[in-house]
């Protein structure tokens, strides 16, 4: 499986980033091997919340099969939710960390929308204190969520071409026949 993680940093031992959209690197990892796959810089950092969901894209276009990560605004969490992406909250310490508790079936898989909470110190649902040497948190901060309408359609994230879906079953591709992008769960709110 290939895991994403919101990092600080380039490698494995960087610290892990609670903030999605604000994160310096994702980092694209192997499950099976714990081998870091990829490090791609977020080039959307600094980018103002509407245009945050060009980081959600970036782990789309990348196909990930989950995310390790904290906080996550509503416009990212709609294009990662509707991709069927398994979004699990992260936890105070390094990305090594993350991966490992990930592997061991010790992160929380989140339910129902994408929503976050930033305590500077992992998310609530799983927060413990940093092991030796690994980072401080940031103190409390707000809570973000959003509501996710019916998805009735396929959508591409570059041509905006439609597919039908049939729910329940997704299809064994999701390259756009049109332009081969990534197309993600969409219907008449988000589409």
């Avoid at 756009?176 to 993600?184: G, H, K």
């Amino acid at each position: 499986m290939k895991l994403a993680i919101t990092s600080n940093g380039s490698i494995l031992s960087s610290q892990f980033a609670e903030d999605f959209a604000r994160c310096r690197f994702f980092l694209f990892c192997d499950t099976e091997s714990g081998e870091l796959l990829d490090a791609i810089d977020n080039p959307n950092r600094e980018a103002s919340c509407d245009e945050s969901a060009e980081a959600a894209r970036l782990i789309v276009v990348n196909e990930a099969d989950a995310l390790v990560t904290g906080l996550i605004g509503s416009e990212a969490g709609e294009i990662l939710a509707a991709t069927g992406l398994e979004t699990y909250d992260g936890i105070a310490g390094t990305v090594g960390k993350n991966l490992r508790k990930f592997r061991e079936g010790d992160l929380a898989l989140r339910k129902g929308p994408v929503t976050g909470m930033y305590s500077g110190k992992g998310s609530p649902a799983t927060a413990s204190p940093p092991e030796p040497g690994e980072g401080i948190g940031a103190g409390p901060g707000q809570p973000t969520g959003f509501q996710i309408g019916q998805a009735e359609e396929w959508v591409c994230i570059a041509c905006g071409n439609r597919k039908p879906h049939s729910p329940g079953t997704p299809p064994a591709d999701r390259k756009c026949p049109a332009c081969s992008e990534t197309m993600i769960l969409g219907n008449k709110e988000l589409g």
